[in-house]
């Protein structure tokens, strides 16, 4: 089939027209489409972020199971979220979770029906989302499913506490999609409309160009007549068609002075070639200088790292492991101990009559008497044993690879040396005594379970007179 030239203008322009108002159509719709979705993030991101300050975590460490539903705390935080959650209409339900030793569980839930979580629920459908929500406020990259429904949630967490609670915000699923189809809708209309305009800008943009083609074919065909030397006087709106016959004229004169040019321009660029050599030469100096000094800022940036680093795992009193240093160190022995099926030994230590210390002689005779503490301890162990200061007055021993007759030996040999021992401060002499208690770890349970008998075994220290070693009653029976 045989086109015109103006059908076929009509076609190119309309078809490059609507593809380019299409890519650019499909380029607003999907960037649309994720503002739509960050901001429907960000908003219950933010929603969560502006409610946790409002929220008293150190109310909620009493909430633990069912049973205590009851509790006034918990009745006044349930009242507190389901008014939050009342007074949005897009939002599903608002709650606060726990996460204690690696399990998420809830503690207070805003559902009213029958499929509310209690407290102590655990949740299993954990996402990265989730626990970043314990840290910093986040939010769902996509809608979750679990047993409530489909929601789209943001979390963070409560400023009071230390990473142990979140508050949750859920958006149904089917809100987030009507707001979707919102926008597809919104987008099939305005394709529509670019169609119509594509239509309508390319029949003009043929009829523009074509208008000048059947005079153009009559003075072409005179000139193949013979009939030479007459003048097109054809004006299309001063375009390209009307300055074509004086481009030919010029054509000649343009290419010399184009040659000309050429040769200056030429001359300029091979003496730009030769300042630009001198001037990297210059530059490469000057940025070897510069890496050596980035090297050295990086080997200082480093340096302090490490010694911040040290520092968030020490002690700054005692120079002893902090609680959290030992943590991790004690969850990295029991995962050893279960994969190599060994066992390890704890030893809680207390000194006695700490708090007398404190009121005869003042904090700061107290402070010294830590410090001396934890200088013998170090002094007192293997190097593969490990010291951190508990809290307080309190010091834990972690003895790896070690028997509860060896452990117990080791506590009372620094039980003994301690006994022994006498400070000397301000010309008074100080004498200490320990009350320490032994527990064994063997892959069964866990670590907290672990120090609590050691807690036990302490308390039966102190009970039986102080300045006593006592064993975990399970290694006695």
């Keep these: 089939m045989r086109l015109s030239i103006s059908t076929r203008l009509f076609y190119s322009h309309f078809l490059v027209v609507l593809l380019v108002s299409g890519a650019i159509g499909s ?17 219950l991101k933010n929603s969560a972020a502006l409610l946790s300050p409002s929220l008293d975590a150190t109310s909620l460490d009493a909430i633990r199971g069912p049973e205590d539903s009851v509790q006034p705390a918990y009745q006044r935080m349930l009242r507190t979220l389901r008014d939050h959650a009342s007074s949005n209409a897009d939002i599903a339900f608002i709650y606060i979770m726990r996460r204690e030793n690696g399990r998420v569980s809830f503690v207070v839930d805003s559902d009213d029906s029958p499929q509310q979580a209690v407290p102590g629920k655990p949740y299993q459908d954990v996402t990265a989302s989730l626990l970043e929500g314990f840290r910093q406020p986040s939010a769902d ?27 949750g915000i859920d958006m149904r699923a089917d809100v987030v999609s009507q707001q979707m189809r919102d926008l597809r809708l919104a987008g099939l209309v305005s394709l529509l409309l670019s169609i119509v305009l594509a239509v309508v800008f390319s029949r003009l943009l043929a009829q523009h160009f074509h208008k000048p083609i059947p005079l153009l074919i009559a003075h072409c065909r005179e000139i193949a007549e013979g009939t030479l030397g007459k003048q097109l006087s054809l004006r299309t709106h001063d375009d390209e068609l009307d300055q074509l016959i004086m481009a030919f004229n010029d054509m000649s004169q343009r290419l010399d002075d184009s040659r000309a040019h050429l040769e200056q321009v030429s ?6 070639r030769d300042q630009l050599e001198v001037r990297v030469i210059a530059r490469t100096a000057e940025l070897e200088q510069l890496n050596r000094q980035l090297r050295l800022e990086v080997q200082e940036r480093q340096r302090v790292q490490k010694a911040l680093l040290d520092a968030a795992r020490t002690d700054s009193l005692t120079g002893l492991l902090n ?14 101990t279960r994969r190599q099926h060994l066992s390890f030994c704890v030893v809680l230590i207390d000194i006695d009559h700490f708090k007398r210390i404190n009121d005869n002689n003042g904090h700061d005779v107290g402070d010294r008497v830590l410090v001396h503490m934890g200088e013998l301890l170090r002094d007192a162990v293997r190097a593969q044993d490990a010291v ?11 003895l790896p690879a070690t028997h509860p007759e060896g452990a117990r030996q080791v506590a009372e040999k620094i039980r ?3 006994e022994a021992f006498s400070l000397f401060i301000h010309n008074q002499e100080i004498k200490v005594t320990l009350s320490l208690g032994v527990s064994e770890f063997t892959g069964a349970g866990s670590i907290d ?8 075994a302490l308390y039966q220290a102190k009970s039986s007179g102080r300045n006593a070693v006592a064993l975990d009653a399970n290694l006695l029976s």
Excluded at 141 to 167: H, I, R
Excluded at 449 to 456: L, M, S
Aim: hydrophobic letters at 40%.
């Design 27 to 43: 380029y607003f719709y999907i960037t649309a489409l994720d503002s739509l979705l960050y901001s429907i993030q960000a908003r």
């Design 141 to 167: 990259e996509k809608v979750v499913s679990d047993e409530w429904g489909d929601f789209l949630s943001g979390y963070a967490p409560l400023k009071t506490d230390q990473g142990e609670y979140l508050v």
């Design 267 to 272: 001359h300029a660029l091979q003496e730009s």
């Design 323 to 336: 609680r959290r240093a030992m943590l991790e160190l004690l969850e990295y022995e029991a995962n050893r």
């Design 388 to 398: 951190a200061r508990w809290g307080g007055e309190e010091m834990l021993l972690l």
């Design 416 to 418: 003994a040396e301690v």
């Design 449 to 456: 379970d672990c120090i609590k008998r050691a807690d036990v």
